[in-house]
């Protein structure tokens, strides 16, 4: 997108409007020839030259206006101002002559009243008797805010500077931020008088997310002025973020979400003697996971380091299938006005990593979160197993983002869970629920997206509808 004029060395028509050549004033009786013929000749001769006199009424609307501004009569002036017509309006909005006699007549309030009567005249011709007057943001946003002026009027005022200064001194960081909410344009033009008066991450981060994508700097870098001017506005950390958002369309972000819970299903007794039955046992599981919310999807990253035996790209290739194909492409969330893809991503190998798994050569015992196999063959299958399946990769990986097994639940926990009652009998073991979480050779189901559907709602652009999970990819 083309950088802003004043900022790279373009003319900028910082000039107001140019001037309408002042109309004359209708010609007047003068007053000491009235009071030479009074003391020579008497009233009589007086009232006879008037007669002859051809005294009218100021030939224009325009004329009657400049002569109650300078007589001073602030009422009449506005009444006047009320009556013009578009054409009349706009006219007298450009004349330097009128302009100086509102401003000298006026008081701020007096003179935002009358310019909020006038039938036509541009809005940088109206902003500009404002601001040479002097005027308070109150008084100035009805005028901005009206939504039968056109959108080329509003964006208009963003190539004089001399306004951006002007409301730079009416307005707060937030004030500001609705300014240029309500004058429109792009995400530069905003960016730019928000940068001149002062701002903030947040303030930032809402008008960045709500310009479109094609005024974005996605394929070419950020002006110098505008990235200095937000480094040094924003705490280093918003900074990056607003950078972020300028550059690759990510629109919130919360990274190395760390937490730790608790959950309990039935377990071996005792693993080495069945006979001993289950019994309901307490796990606890550390969850730590980055999530994006970007233009064109929601993305959970889990990074992940090995230890142990050494990991090939036989082994990554048989969990990040299995994770993929049960996480990815079965639900996405919409708003009813974006419609986004959940992607769920494992990244191996990772020298900062959310997550260590311990790799343990076979024969296959019993696997969890921070436990896999990767045997010398690479083999999944059941018959010659040796190494941790897709299946289960993809379970564990469920834990690794905060989700607990639903597997081996009581009756009461399986209707938690899943919002209906179990049907039959309960296995000595407990219900499993359906989906990844419960019997792993299943898909993630909608309920495993609630946390982060959760977050995305808690961290949606201002003003933008709640979102949902929805089945399908």
């Known amino acids: 997108m083309p950088p802003r004029t004043h900022r790279d060395g373009g003319p900028t028509p910082d000039a107001r409007e140019p ?53 001073g009569d602030e009422e009449g002036a506005l009444a006047k101002m009320a009556v013009l017509n578009k054409d009349e309006a706009a006219t007298a909005l450009g004349m330097e002559p009128v302009r100086t006699a509102a401003v000298d007549t006026f008081d701020d309030e007096e003179m935002a009243q009358g310019i909020k009567s006038l039938k036509g005249g541009s809005l940088v011709q109206k902003l500009n008797w404002l601001s040479e007057e002097g005027s308070t943001y109150e008084l100035v946003k009805p005028l901005i805010a009206r939504t039968d002026t056109p959108a080329e009027e509003k964006t208009a005022v963003y190539s004089r500077t001399y306004l951006r200064d002007f409301f730079v001194g009416l307005c707060d960081n937030e004030e500001m931020a609705e300014v240029v909410t309500l004058l429109g344009g792009t995400v530069t033009q905003k960016l730019d008088w928000m940068i001149a008066e002062g701002t903030s991450g947040e303030l930032v981060f809402g008008v960045i997310g709500l310009a479109p994508v094609a005024e974005l700097y ?9 990235d200095e001017g937000l480094e040094s506005e924003l705490s280093s950390g918003d900074y990056e973020r607003a950078k972020s958002m300028l550059t690759t369309g990510l629109l919130n972000s919360e990274t190395d979400v760390d937490a730790t819970f608790t959950e309990t299903h039935y377990e071996l007794v005792d693993p080495d003697d069945t006979s001993k039955g289950y019994s309901l046992q307490d796990f606890g599981t550390d969850a730590e996971y980055d999530i994006a919310y970007t233009r064109t999807e929601l993305r959970i990253s889990v990074k992940i380091a090995f230890t142990g035996v050494e990991a090939t790209p036989a082994h990554i290739a048989i969990w990040e299938n299995g994770i993929t194909g049960k996480w990815n492409g079965h639900y996405h969330v919409e708003n009813g006005t974006r419609s986004l893809p959940i992607i769920f991503e494992p990244v191996w190998n990772s020298p900062d990593e959310h997550h260590e798994i311990e790799l343990h050569l ?25 190494t941790t399946d897709g ?19 009581t009756a009461q926990m399986y209707e938690d869970v899943t919002g209906s009652a179990p049907t039959g009998p309960m296995p000595a073991d407990g219900y499993d629920a359906p989906g990844v979480m419960g019997d792993h050779h299943e898909a993630a189901q909608g309920r495993h997206f609630a946390p982060f559907v959760a977050w995305l709602n808690a961290n949606r652009i201002p003003g933008e509808r709640p979102y949902r999970a929805v089945a399908g990819g």
């Not at 299946?391 to 639940?409: I, Q, R, S, V």
């Open 19 to 71: 001037a309408a050549a002042p109309v004359a004033a209708a010609p007047r009786t003068p007053a000491a020839l009235i009071t030479r013929l009074q003391q020579g000749v008497g009233n009589a001769a007086v009232a006879a030259y008037l007669a002859r006199q051809e005294v009218s009424a100021p030939a224009t609307p325009i004329d009657a206006l400049r002569e109650l501004l300078d007589d």
């Open 218 to 226: 996605t394929d070419s870098p950020l002006p110098k002025w505008l």
């Open 362 to 386: 076979p024969p296959v015992d019993r696997e969890d979160s921070s436990n896999w196999y990767a045997g010398p063959n690479a083999d999944p299958s059941h018959d010659t197993q040796d």
């Open 391 to 409: 299946d289960t990769a993809a379970h564990e990986f469920g834990h690794l983002c905060g989700l607990a097994d639903e597997y081996n639940l």
